[in-house]
């Protein structure tokens, strides 16, 4: 920049590539870690979705649990939920691809109290990236969504 070469515009811009490829090039070797904002923890009542899952399990199996997701440093020190291993602070998954926490039989979160804000957030009427429902009132799901989720390998697919 001195020699009048390079413009600090010019720079900051290369930094930026540079830090983006980096960060590709770890995520597909696999280094660093992963974790969610620190302010998404202990999100307040009404910003948490209410749907009726029960009601709706046997058709949407549950994808929602299947999802890839990091959590917060919170979460993580707190030691309720178990983390991928292989891959920190993923949420811990079975190797059927389903979340380490999920009762399979009944559908059902075994940490619920102490669920992820992750858990909390998601929407599955209104999500953009994962969109559940064909049409959320008719109970319509969206198989290509389902189909796309559920034969994917546990960790292909990008956090929610
Ligand atoms: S996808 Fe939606 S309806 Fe199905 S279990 Fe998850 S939150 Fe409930
Ligand atoms: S923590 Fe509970 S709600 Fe969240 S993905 Fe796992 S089973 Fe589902």
Not at 55 to 75: G, Y
Request: glycine residues 4%.
């Amino acid at each position: 920049m001195e020699k009048g070469l390079l413009e600090p515009r010019e720079l900051e811009e290369r930094g930026k590539r540079l830090l983006l490829d980096l960060m590709m090039d770890y995520a597909e070797r696999r280094i660093g870690v992963e974790y969610l904002d620190a302010k998404y923890d202990d999100p307040a009542p009404e910003a948490e979705a209410h749907i009726d899952c029960a009601d709706r399990v046997t058709i949407c199996k549950a994808v929602c649990c299947r999802l890839p997701f990091a959590l917060t440093e919170k979460e993580v020190r707190k030691g309720a939920i178990r983390w991928d291993f292989g891959r920190p602070y993923l949420v811990a998954r079975k190797p059927d691809g389903y979340c380490a926490h999920l009762d399979r039989d009944k559908f059902a979160c075994e940490i619920y109290d102490d669920r992820p804000a992750s858990c909390r957030l998601f929407d599955c009427r209104t999500d953009a990236r994962w969109p559940v429902w064909e049409d959320f009132g008719a109970k319509t799901v969206n198989v290509d969504l389902l189909k796309k989720v559920f034969t994917s390998a546990p960790d292909s697919s990008q956090g929610r």
